[in-house]
């Protein structure tokens, strides 16, 4: 089975730019959630999509949006880059609620320059 | 929001050596994963455990929930083992998940030949 993916692995951004981030999860699983690590820090939550809605979002700001696509695959958008954007991005998957935890894909690490 | 503190901070070990990591977290909860992170920034689930004990080969994790700490024991260590360890926990609303793991600083594990 394939776990989750995420693409691209690496990206280098300038500042005001916008950046697409992609994952699938794996097969069968329903939500997917972003998180955002900055370095020497655990990850952060930025959104949970479940079916398609989102049904959580973290404390970060407009600028940053997602997406839900019918195969369960996400796109994570930020706009209007900033420095402080330089993170690595990781995309998890989970199950039904109660039968297991999340899993994590590589992650994309975004350098915005 | 809830609080996760991890203990120790950082830990040196000579390989062969046993150690023991620690997660207190400051309500109850409905998830607790621990992980560890490689040095290529993957995040790696090694027990999905909200309550009782779990074994694993070297590794093994006991969460007591109504005193809200879990521990995970790290046996004969290996320099396979060295890189970061989190804890994280979700406290669901209503019965649904919202996606949304808090994770704690971590415990960054350097272990020596």
């Known amino acids: 089975d394939a776990g989750v993916t995420q693409s691209p692995t690496h990206l280098i951004k300038t500042r005001g730019q916008h950046v697409t981030l992609r994952c699938s999860p794996i097969?069968?699983?329903?939500?997917v959630s972003w998180y955002q690590q900055v370095l020497g820090q655990g990850p952060q939550f930025i959104f949970q999509y479940y079916e398609k809605e989102e049904r959580g979002r973290g404390n970060f700001p407009d600028r940053f949006s997602a997406r839900q696509f019918p195969n369960y695959s996400s796109e994570l958008n930020v706009n209007a880059l900033l420095l402080g954007d330089s993170a690595l991005y990781l995309c998890?998957?989970?199950?039904?609620?109660?039968?297991?935890?999340?899993?994590f894909g590589s992650g994309t690490r975004l350098t915005v320059v | 929001g809830i609080q996760v503190e991890q203990s120790p901070p950082d830990l040196i070990l000579q390989e062969g050596a046993n150690s023991t990591l620690r997660c207190n977290f400051s309500d109850s909860v409905n998830n607790l994963q621990w992980f560890h992170q490689n040095p290529w920034g993957q995040l790696i689930n090694l027990f999905y455990i909200p309550s009782g004990t779990k074994q694993n080969g070297r590794l093994s994790a006991t969460t007591v929930a109504t005193e809200r700490y879990s521990l995970l024991y790290i046996s004969s260590s290996q320099t396979t083992d060295s890189g970061v360890y989190f804890c994280?926990?979700?406290?669901?609303?209503?019965?649904?998940?919202?996606?949304?793991?808090?994770f704690g600083q971590g415990t960054i594990l350097t272990v020596h030949p």
């Open positions: 998890a998957s989970s199950p039904p609620v109660g039968r297991g935890g999340y899993t």
């Open positions: 994280a926990v979700e406290r669901w609303a209503g019965g649904t998940s919202y996606g949304k793991l808090t």
């Open positions: 097969s069968g699983h329903k939500s």
